[in-house]
């Protein structure tokens, strides 16, 4: 949780939300932020939960991966920063592919269940050689004091500014990747029906190959985001899994534009949650007093609250149609 | 040394029972509960409860917590019993967490007990009767091996009785203990309730040998050493299970016993070593012996005196 309690201190205006007048803009500024982070990572784990039918907890610590692998290009090695970040995230997209052929690929006959376990350990494994390799305290890549930029009452630093762009275009980029190339429609058609897509001549194997690849760079750049925003420390990928999850499974799992909806909605809940006051609400039970607003430490229940309310409500997801 | 071996296998105990506790819930009715810990987390908080604010018997304390963690296992299942097993599982993970939160979140008692702040001073049973710490372990040790006993001999008959029978014809999926009338729901309910009370009587266990207890002892990592031991051991078979939580433990504890010996290594670094060695220990019992060390025994129909595998 040290991340998030620097996340704060580092945007510096949560203590202007708590004030009268609300900040509507501030309050958006935050939520695309989270959002541009959040939908980096669920996009990745949707995808693979499309080809092989298993949430992969490892997911996550791609974007450790990709944002410590940047800070050893740019602190250690002297490189500027853009292209020790190019090519973290090519090596983040490497140690997918490789994860795959290592593991997954001799699992894929095996059940969910195995994968899920399989997975689970290999985080563990990761996000501890992180630690080895980097130590436990919080890194950062540096950057100096960002002057920030004031915008119809919002605060944005410039690099804040930069993650929105690069998040966008990422988005962007992997519409037209998913609709307007063969390799997309490969994509899409070996999610549909494996079996059906290999008849029909696409080699489906090369096709997984690519969505490990395309899901793992995209999380490292989602986690080299993360550090640019904040901090890199090594449980950051495993601190964001919750809402990386709910995004996808809120999108409908499986589903690459919901994992981006989801993204967007859990963003908005966990900053305009906190700076609702809820008192008109609670005056309804009885409740009497000063504004209600739900206290900064409970914000990380936000995610894991609606995570689990949708998984009662809609199962299938806001926009998932139910399979039978 | 024998202080220390004393001490380890106190915790193997302890985290035995947890590992069984799972085991009916995993490697009986396959249920993927990522939230495990949520089980041993009530437990301990409620014993600690219960006897430090409430001036409650260690027994009282134990008892409660065994109740209220069972009661919460059924509270959790009941609304997500239909869920598809990814579902559940992430479902159970975000739980574990909220009951985590709202623990971090929460005084108790005054403005420093609670919270980030933990429990500390929780009461040893009969601890005055005993000179020297290490005669007291000696008989926490014995306190825990007898639950632990009990713990084994109760899953044991458990699985064995048509009950068990009906859990395991739900691991297999629901098509056919549905068609033979049983009602899959409830069934996974009762799992859910059996296997959270047993992870809370090794929860109020740790809190009363620990003293103290805080949040950050119930992160999501522990659950997942728990589910180390199930994997590595044989999912359903307790024995396996019981194996699997020594080797765990055993490996889990092995720093604070090497970095005494091994100089030249800092205890960080070890700390790190011994995660990734047991995350790819999971893994590749994943790959290579997916039914553990010590495999469920498969029941052959036709064969002489088929049931007294287990």
């Known amino acids: 949780m040290v991340g998030r309690r620097n996340r704060h201190r580092v945007r510096g205006a949560r203590d202007d939300i708590r004030t009268p007048g609300i900040a509507v803009t501030q309050v958006l500024v935050d939520s695309l932020l989270r959002t541009a982070q959040v939908s980096l990572l669920s996009v990745g784990l949707t995808l693979v939960y499309s080809l092989l039918r298993f949430p992969n907890f490892a997911h996550v610590e791609f974007a450790v991966v990709g944002g410590y692998v940047a800070l050893l290009f740019s602190a250690t090695l002297g490189l500027p920063l853009l292209p020790s970040i190019v090519l973290a995230v090519l090596i983040a997209g490497a140690c997918g592919v490789l994860m795959d052929r290592a593991v997954f690929a001799r699992l894929r006959d095996t059940t969910p269940i195995l994968m899920m376990i399989a997975s689970f350990g290999l985080g563990i494994a990761m996000r501890a050689t992180v630690r080895l390799a980097w130590g436990a305290s919080p890194r950062s890549y540096g950057l100096g004091l960002q002057s920030p930029v004031h915008f119809l009452d919002a605060t944005i630093t410039p690099v804040q500014i930069w993650i929105l762009v690069v998040a966008a275009a990422s988005m962007l980029g992997f519409y037209l990747l998913l609709n307007f190339t063969r390799l997309g429609i490969a994509m899409r058609a070996t999610a549909d029906n494996a079996g059906l897509a290999s008849s029909s001549g696409i080699y489906t194997e090369r096709v997984i190959g690519t969505v490990w690849f395309l899901g793992a760079a995209f999380a490292g750049l989602g986690g080299v985001l993360i550090g640019l925003d904040t901090q890199l420390f090594p449980r950051m990928g495993f601190g964001i899994i919750i809402p990386v999850f709910a995004a996808a499974i809120l999108g409908g799992i499986g589903n690459p534009y919901g994992a981006v909806a989801g993204a967007l909605v859990i963003g908005l809940a966990e900053n305009v949650g906190l700076a609702i006051n809820w008192q008109p609400l609670l005056g309804l039970f009885g409740h009497t007093g000063g504004p209600a607003y739900i206290p900064t430490n409970w914000r990380a229940a936000i995610p894991f609250s609606i995570l689990i309310l949708v998984l009662l409500v809609r199962p299938q997801g806001l926009f998932g149609e139910r399979k039978s | ?310």
Do not use: C
């Open chain 2, 1 to 310: 040394m024998i202080d220390f071996l004393v001490y380890l296998f106190t915790i193997i105990g302890i985290w035995g029972i947890l590992a069984l506790s799972l085991n009916v819930q995993f490697g009986f009715t396959g249920l993927v509960n990522l939230g495990h810990i949520v089980f041993f987390m009530l437990g301990a908080y409620v014993s600690a409860i219960l006897v430090i604010l409430a001036g409650m018997p260690f027994l009282v304390g134990v008892l409660g917590a065994t109740v209220a963690a069972g009661l919460f296992g059924g509270l959790m299942a009941l609304p997500t019993a239909q869920l598809q097993q990814d579902y559940w599982a992430i479902s159970t993970l975000a739980a574990a967490e909220i009951v985590r939160i709202f623990f971090l979140n929460t005084t108790l008692g005054g403005p420093y007990i609670g919270a980030s702040f933990g429990i500390s001073g929780i009461p040893q049973p009969l601890r005055d009767a005993f000179a020297s710490p290490a005669a007291y372990g000696w008989f926490y040790f014995a306190i825990v091996a007898v639950a632990l006993a009990g713990s084994y001999f109760f899953v044991r008959w458990l699985t064995a009785t048509p009950f068990g029978r009906a859990l395991k014809a739900i691991r297999e999926g629901d098509e056919v203990p549905l068609a033979l009338g049983k009602d899959a729901r409830s069934l996974r309910v009762r799992a859910m309730i059996v296997g959270g009370a047993l992870g809370g009587l090794a929860g109020a266990l740790f809190a009363h040998f620990n003293a103290y207890i805080a949040p950050n002892y119930f992160l999501p990592l522990e659950t997942f050493i728990v589910w180390a031991m199930v994997i590595l051991g044989g999912a359903g078979n307790h024995k396996g299970v019981l194996v699997g939580a020594v080797v765990i433990e055993a490996l889990y504890n092995s720093t604070r016993f090497l970095a005494a010996h091994v100089g030249f290594i800092d205890p960080g670094t070890l700390a790190s070593l011994r995660m990734i060695v047991i995350g790819l220990l999971i893994t590749g019992v994943v790959m290579y012996m997916p039914r553990g060390l010590m495999p469920e025994p498969r029941r052959r129909y036709g064969a002489r005196n088929a049931a007294d595998g287990r």
